[in-house]
Nanobody, 124 residues
């Protein structure tokens, strides 16, 4: 059974930083892409960032480019989202997601595995 367990998140002031982590277990395939999404009440889950299985390629939504960095450590089966220069509009529940295969997608529907979600709140 595949599990994605998230940690990190919390409350931070505008301009602060947080790091989210997502540890995968139970994955049977060696190549899997990972992504981060976020959701606010009443809105659909929004793509934030993604990374290929080997970390060679990454993608970001425009609003976080230059502020967020996605990375992964396959030996630890962990993907990270470093969030700097946080803004109140970054406030959301953040989810990590995994999909079988080497390449990422920006569509939430393309991901099979999901973490439990973690709240990120940025105060103004």
């Amino acid at each position: 059974q595949v599990q994605l367990v998230q940690s990190g998140g919390g409350l931070v002031q505008t301009g602060g930083s947080l790091r989210l982590s997502c540890v995968a277990s139970g994955l049977t395939k060696s190549r899997y892409a990972m992504g981060w999404f976020r959701q606010t009440p009443g809105k659909e889950r929004e793509f934030v960032s993604a990374i290929t299985w080997n970390g060679d390629y990454t993608a970001y939504t425009d609003s976080v480019k230059g502020r967020f960095t996605i990375s992964r450590d396959n030996a630890k089966k962990t993907v990270y989202l470093q969030m700097n220069s946080l803004k109140p509009e970054d406030t959301a529940i953040y989810y990590c997601a995994g999909r079988d295969g080497p390449f990422y997608s920006r569509a939430a529907s393309d991901y099979t595995y999901w973490g439990q979600g973690t709240q990120v709140t940025v105060s103004s």
